[in-house]
């Protein structure tokens, strides 16, 4: 699966922004989606994921309530909604895809889009 993310921007603390992920490809629904960041001079890191069917999700405690992964097969789509953002979300973000629901290692992730800079302003 071909992967292409967007959305990234500049937002104030405390805004939202809404990233998106077009897949295209294998099909969209064989594939657990998740969402990585990567902040200048730090290791790549886990966000979150949402399962095959979109019915269950986790995340990164750094993130978990404030940020929400949909996905809608219709568009062959997958989503992050990030709300109540902070400067230490500051971060390219990328979106992959896994055969595994659960993984949160970038090892288990087998296709990658581009990434998207996201920079969050104090």
């Known amino acids: 699966v071909q992967l292409q993310a967007s959305g990234g921007g500049l937002v104030q603390a405390g805004g939202s922004l809404r990233l998106s992920c077009a897949a295209s490809?294998?099909?969209?629904?064989?594939?657990?989606m998740g969402w990585f960041r990567q902040a200048p001079g730090k290791e790549r890191e886990f966000v979150g994921a949402?399962?095959?069917?979109?019915?269950?999700?986790y995340y990164a405690d750094s993130v978990k309530g404030r940020f929400t992964i949909s996905r809608e097969h219709a568009k062959n789509t997958l989503y992050l909604q990030m709300n109540s953002l902070k400067p230490e979300d500051t971060a390219v973000y990328y979106c992959?895809?896994?055969?595994?629901?659960?993984?949160?290692?970038?090892?288990?992730?087998?296709?990658w889009g581009q990434g998207t800079q996201v920079t969050v302003s104090s």
């Open positions: 949402i399962s095959w069917s979109g019915g269950d999700t």
């Open positions: 992959a895809a896994s055969f595994r629901y659960g993984a949160r290692s970038s090892a288990d992730f087998v296709s």
């Open positions: 490809g294998r099909t969209f629904s064989s594939y657990v």
